[in-house]
């Protein structure tokens, strides 16, 4: 019995992120085993990939993790508005000049470009005045002064690019309110396969190489392998970030006080550091990143043992025989 046990490592190149960020941030964002299963009998840092086997150990496994960077077909930008007016006629003419205005400006953009409207509330509103009673100096009563109107604008465009303009035209027209923006991929099911295809592939060259290191024949072994996907939008990947300074020398000359650091997020893709292969490696704007993790497990078969036929033993029985008087020849019983 011996015991061979083999390593290698692997150069990994990742998108690595630098900026302001990095002072209130240090650590990378990765995947780890609350969002993703981790491959069994790897550790992973961000300098290189070890794996060790065990031959002693029966069973092994062959851990195989793929991710797809996929660009969205279309957009989906939801912009919130509202409107009041005296009277409905008002509130609703009002806020429909507003739809109209946006609507041709964002198809002057293109043909692709549509917009929809989701109405939210449509609402009286209140004012307390005051009223004199008889027997009470000051009483307030609300009293209806007019309506309000809330509406939601949908706009699907398939171009990242025309959300600038989009954003100039709902701001020309009094809309600032943005609510979110929706990523739409219709390749998904190709993203998978082509996944699929890769990581058998991958598959194959591992296995060919464990029965070259290991001196075995993968015909010995019983196989099983478990898979699974996970699809991330970017909305899932926004992170907070604050900008960072340090004391100025303005600041102390002329005793200003110190700048308010806004908050605000920015985009942190799952990096390339944990996975075999990655489609579409360089992430220049938010992407639908498709995971895909493939385990396999190959586990010694038992030795068969041939059954052992029963044998027959021939046991040798005496018999007796007795002879009468009269000369009759009897067998005689002995149990």
């Not at 240090?26 to 085993?33: E, G, L, Y």
Request: overall charge positive; charged content about 25%; glycine content about 4%.
């Amino acid at each position: 019995m011996f015991i061979l046990s083999f390593m290698f490592i692997i150069g990994l190149n990742a998108q690595v992120k630098f900026g302001n960020w990095m002072y209130d941030n240090h650590r990378p964002v990765n995947i780890n085993s609350t969002n993703f299963s981790t491959a069994t009998g790897r550790t992973t840092n961000t300098n290189a990939l070890t794996f060790q086997a065990n031959i002693i150990n029966r069973s092994q496994n062959i851990a195989i993790k793929t991710m797809y960077n996929l660009r969205p077909d279309a957009f989906v930008a939801v912009f919130s508005l509202s409107q009041e007016g005296e009277d409905e006629k008002e509130v609703t003419g009002l806020m429909d000049a507003r739809i109209e205005n946006i609507r041709t400006g964002i198809n002057k953009i293109g043909k692709t470009l549509s917009l929809k409207t989701d109405i939210i509330s449509f609402v009286p509103v209140y004012e307390k005045v005051l009223e004199k009673k008889t027997f009470a100096k000051r009483t307030y009563i609300e009293k209806p002064v007019g309506f309000e109107l809330k509406k939601n604008i949908i706009i699907l465009f398939k171009n990242s690019d025309a959300m600038d303009q989009i954003f100039a035209i709902c701001a020309a027209n009094q809309v600032y309110d943005f609510v979110r923006v929706d990523f739409v991929s219709t390749k998904l099911s190709k993203a998978r396969a082509a996944l699929r295809k890769t990581s058998d592939s991958l598959l194959r060259i591992q296995m060919k190489r464990h029965e070259g290191l290991l001196d075995i024949d993968m015909d010995d072994y019983n196989k099983s392998f478990t898979e699974g996907f996970r699809v991330v939008y970017p909305a899932e990947k926004y992170l907070n970030y604050s900008a960072f300074g340090g004391t100025s020398y303005f600041l102390k000359k002329y005793n200003m006080k110190g700048v308010r650091k806004k908050l605000t997020k920015h985009y942190m893709p799952i990096l390339d550091t944990e996975f075999d292969l990655v489609f579409n490696p360089i992430v220049d704007e938010p992407v639908i990143q498709v995971l895909y993790n493939f385990n396999y497990t190959y586990t010694k078969k038992p030795k068969e043992i041939k059954p052992i036929a029963p044998q027959i033993v021939e046991k040798n029985v005496k018999e007796f025989f007795w002879i009468t008087p009269t000369g009759q020849v009897r067998k005689l019983q002995t149990n």
